[in-house]
Structure formats: C-alpha cells, structure tokens
C-alpha cells in the first residue's frame, strides 16, 4: 500500500514510522494490527489462529479484535486487517 500521507495518529512532528515493502503471493496473508491489539512479547496466539483456521479474512480481523480484548485486557484500540492474495494474486 502506498500513501501520500502519515499513517493515522501521526503528526510532522512525530518521526519513527518506517515504510516496509512487501511482495505478496497468491495464497499469503498479511495481517496489520495496531499497537492496542497486541502486545509486542505476545503474538503467538495470532500466529496460532492463522495456522488453524480456514476462515473469510473479514471473519479472522473481527476474531483477531475480539480474541485481543481478552489477551490485552483492553477493550479500545484494538483494530486488525487482514489481507488474503488469491490464487489469481487478487486481494480477498
């Protein structure tokens, strides 16, 4: 994804956004959580629900959310996208 702009919740005054490129290939997934989502020593369980499941993408990010709540114990701030190239190298 390339924006022209700072990522949400970034001002000009503020630096250590990194820009990362990614090539992705039909069946990869990309996963994007924020900061409220996780924390930075547990992601295990996220890497877990992405093995296991055979889920709609839709279905995972909204899991992903709710299943943070309860390993976070925070119920704001938490957002997930999740990205599925298909077979066809179309996002899903």
């Known amino acids: 994804m390339i924006g022209e702009t700072l990522p949400a919740g970034l001002s000009e005054s503020e630096r250590g956004a990194e820009k990362t490129e990614l090539r992705l290939l039909p069946g990869d997934t990309a996963v994007l959580v924020s900061d409220g989502t996780v924390d930075a020593d547990d992601d295990d369980w996220i890497r877990k629900l ?5 889920m709609d993408p839709r279905e995972v990010a909204a899991r992903i959310v709710r299943e943070s709540r309860e390993h976070t114990g925070r119920s704001d701030d938490g957002s997930a996208l999740v990205l ?6 179309k996002m899903i």
């Open 50 to 54: 992405l093995a296991e499941t055979t």
């Open 84 to 89: 599925k190239v298909s077979e066809k190298g």
